[in-house]
Structures are given as structure tokens and as C-alpha cells.
């Protein structure tokens, strides 16, 4: 054993990464390529059942509200804002302004669902009153779902940086929480014009 010898630590190695860097970042873009080809599909039927039928929605059906859905489309707009700079101060180990950003994270996310829940009512079709009303609640329920997880992150990543000294991973873990929130919101905004707006113009 006399003859080892010291020739390196990992002292100065850093202890949170960022980016392609970590299993995070590439988990969170896997499951991002899983859930966009989930909600193709759901926009796949959706496109399917509309090129088969003559009234699209069908005649006796209201068309959508469009007040709800458009204020919530606002919203998720608006939120980009202060996930990003929760985002950019966690890359700056600013836990302090990154308790912040995920605060409003967390009020954007609760207020997504209330909306989404307003949404579902102003849809004006039953899930099983047509093909038409299945398509639209299937398309609603699979990206609330992930707005559910999503709030819920929001929430866990402000609770546990409200500890007194957070490890720094969960900075790392802020990066990547922004990058799947702008995720979900731009995906929904087609899906908001396909459900919401292109039905006005096909009647």
C-alpha cells in the first residue's frame, strides 16, 4: 500500500451542471419527444375525424368559447416571462430571485387548471356526445394532465428553495424546469387555434 500516491481530487470539480450536461436535460427532452407525439396523435384523430365529416362542429353543436381558452392562452404567454428569469438567476446560484420566479411559476400553474377547468365547460359539447366532443376533451384532458405535473413542480421547486441553503442541483433543476414550461405552452398554442379559432372559420 506504501507505493500509492495522491495524483488528483475531485475538489474542484463543480457540483452542479447544467444543460446537455446532465441525466436531467436529457430525461426532461425524452419526455417531451414522448408527450408532443402523444398529443400529434390526439391532433392526428382530431384532423382524421374532421376531414370525414360534413360540419365540423357538428350542426346542432355550439362552437367553443373562445373568452376562457384565449385568457389562458394570455396567461401561459405572460408566464414565460418569470420562468425564464427564475431560470436565469438560478444559472446565477441567485436563490433568492429564483424562490421568486418559481413563486409565480406556482400562481401561473394553479391558474392555468382553474381556467383549463372553465375550459372543459365552455368546450359546449359532452366527451361523449359526438366524435367531434370526444376528440376536443381528449386533446384537453392529456395536456391538463401535464399542466397538473407541471403546477406540481412548480410548487415542489419553490418549496425545497425555500430551505436555508438548497444544493445547488436543484438551480440545475430550475433550467431545466423552464425549458419543459416554455415546452408545454408553445405546444398548446396549435392545438389552441385548431380547437378554439379554425372552427369559426368552418361553417
Do not use: K
Amino acid at each position: 500500500m506504501s507505493g500509492w500516491r495522491v495524483v488528483g481530487t475531485t475538489a474542484e470539480l463543480p457540483t452542479a451542471a447544467y444543460g446537455q450536461r446532465t441525466l436531467l436535460w436529457w430525461g426532461t427532452v425524452a419526455f417531451m419527444v414522448i408527450e408532443g407525439w402523444t398529443l400529434a396523435v390526439c391532433a392526428g384523430v382530431y384532423l382524421y375525424l374532421r376531414a370525414h365529416v360534413g360540419d365540423w362542429p357538428p350542426a346542432e353543436t355550439p362552437l367553443p368559447g373562445l373568452i376562457i381558452s384565449s385568457t389562458n392562452v394570455a396567461l401561459m404567454l405572460a408566464s414565460l416571462g418569470p420562468v425564464w428569469w427564475s431560470a436565469r438567476a438560478a444559472r446565477r446560484l441567485d436563490v433568492l430571485r429564483a424562490r421568486l420566479g418559481l413563486a409565480l411559476c406556482s400562481i401561473c400553474g394553479i391558474g392555468f387548471l382553474l381556467l383549463r377547468w372553465f375550459e372543459f365547460i365552455s368546450v359546449n359539447t359532452p366527451w361523449r356526445g359526438s366524435g367531434y366532443g370526444s376528440a376536443v376533451w381528449a386533446v384537453l384532458a392529456f395536456h391538463s394532465s401535464l399542466l397538473v405535473v407541471q403546477a406540481a413542480e412548480a410548487i415542489g421547486l419553490t418549496a425545497i428553495l425555500l430551505r436555508r441553503q438548497p444544493p445547488v442541483r436543484y438551480l440545475a433543476a430550475v433550467v431545466d424546469f423552464a425549458l419543459y414550461w416554455t415546452f408545454l405552452v408553445l405546444l398548446w398554442l396549435p392545438f389552441y387555434l385548431m380547437i378554439d379559432v379554425a372552427p369559426r372559420f368552418g361553417r
